[in-house]
């Protein structure tokens, strides 16, 4: 099963500042809103070694999605090394009453600093779930973010922010990973009411255009989504890929364990 890879983010740091996830090729996925008119942009680069050792890379929007979708394709100058192509997944449908786990990384507003006249931003992994059934105005998935200490801000970072900011800016463009498969990218900051809770531009509204298809199979891209298999949020082996026993199965130990020994042995 592919998992959630959390080196492919990057930061958008022109024209305005935000996340970006690497797809495949030299490809970034991201949101169109961070982009205003321009199609310029520069992407933060970081050493694997010393994470404050930083270059920005002048790189191009290459697409932008209909139709107010805020969704965007980042290409990178052809100095940098392509990557493996990520898989695209499919949410089951909304009529569907399931859970699915959800993950990504983003550069949250609540985690950047200044010390010495040099700003700071912090990678934040952040966790929790999409509930199929419950959708947003304008197509858009709810994220509900894990209530976790290690995830949500402190009050002590809530107060360092203005009134009219939200502690996830700087998140937009983060890819949602679900079991291993990108669905989306989070594009909107929670309302204050809300604050637990993110939402994402799903990538169903453009699995079937024609561009975003062509753009991906050029950079060996398979555009075509895998459909999310959601396990149990309440099984703690949720790693176990075989299905449940039936309610009808009975135990013959005397052939099961002469079985196991011909399989192990």
Same mark, same amino acid.
């Given at each position: 099963?592919?998992?959630?890879? @959390?080196?492919?983010?990057?930061?958008?740091?022109?024209?305005?500042?935000?996340?970006?996830?690497?797809?495949?090729?030299?490809?970034?996925?991201?949101?169109? #809103?961070?982009?205003?008119?321009?199609?310029?942009?520069?992407?933060?680069?970081?050493?694997?070694?010393?994470?404050? !050792?930083?270059?920005?890379?002048?790189?191009?929007?290459?697409?932008?999605? @209909?139709?107010?979708?805020?969704?965007?394709? /980042? =290409?990178?100058?052809?100095?940098? =090394?392509?990557?493996?192509?990520?898989?695209?997944?499919?949410?089951?449908?909304?009529?569907?009453?399931?859970?699915?786990?959800?993950?990504?990384?983003?550069?949250?507003?609540?985690?950047?600093?200044?010390?010495?006249?040099?700003?700071?931003?912090?990678?934040?992994?952040? %966790?929790?779930?999409?509930?199929?059934?419950?959708?947003?105005?304008? #197509?858009?998935?709810?994220?509900?973010?894990?209530?976790?200490? %290690?995830?949500?801000?402190?009050?002590?970072?809530?107060?360092?922010?203005?009134?009219?900011?939200?502690?996830?800016?700087?998140?937009?463009?983060?890819?949602? /990973?679900?079991?291993?498969? *990108?669905?989306? /990218?989070?594009?909107?900051?929670?309302?204050?009411?809300?604050?637990?809770?993110?939402?994402?531009?799903?990538?169903?509204?453009?699995?079937?255009?024609? =561009?975003?298809?062509?753009?991906?199979?050029? #950079? !060996?891209? !398979?555009?075509?989504?895998?459909?999310?298999?959601?396990?149990?949020?309440?099984?703690?082996?949720?790693?176990?890929?075989?299905?449940?026993?039936?309610?009808?199965? *009975? %135990?013959?130990?005397? /052939?099961?364990?002469?079985?196991?020994?011909?399989?192990?042995?």
């Amino acid at each position: 099963m592919p998992q959630f890879q @959390p080196d492919r983010a990057l930061e958008i740091v022109a024209p305005k500042y935000g996340t970006a996830y690497r797809i495949g090729g030299r490809l970034l996925l991201t949101c169109r #809103h961070l982009f205003d008119n321009s199609n310029d942009c520069k992407v933060r680069f970081r050493s694997t070694s010393n994470y404050s !050792d930083k270059q920005d890379i002048d790189a191009q929007v290459i697409w932008k999605a @209909p139709d107010n979708i805020d969704i965007a394709l /980042v =290409e990178l100058p052809e100095t940098i =090394e392509t990557c493996d192509p990520v898989s695209f997944g499919l949410l089951p449908d909304a009529s569907s009453t399931q859970k699915v786990k959800f993950d990504c990384l983003g550069f949250p507003l609540f985690l950047r600093y200044v010390e010495d006249e040099i700003k700071y931003a912090t990678g934040l992994h952040i %966790e929790g779930t999409v509930d199929v059934a419950n959708r947003v105005p304008h #197509h858009r998935l709810l994220l509900n973010i894990k209530d976790s200490k %290690e995830i949500q801000p402190t009050d002590e970072q809530l107060e360092r922010l203005a009134e009219d900011q939200s502690p996830w800016q700087g998140t937009s463009g983060s890819a949602i /990973v679900c079991y291993g498969l *990108v669905i989306g /990218v989070q594009s909107k900051q929670p309302i204050r009411d809300r604050p637990a809770s993110l939402e994402a531009e799903s990538l169903a509204r453009v699995y079937d255009n024609p =561009e975003w298809c062509e753009i991906l199979e050029n #950079h !060996d891209i !398979d555009p075509e989504p895998k459909p999310v298999i959601s396990a149990s949020l309440k099984s703690s082996s949720y790693r176990n890929q075989a299905p449940p026993k039936p309610s009808y199965f *009975v %135990e013959r130990p005397e /052939v099961s364990i002469e079985l196991n020994k011909l399989l192990l042995s």
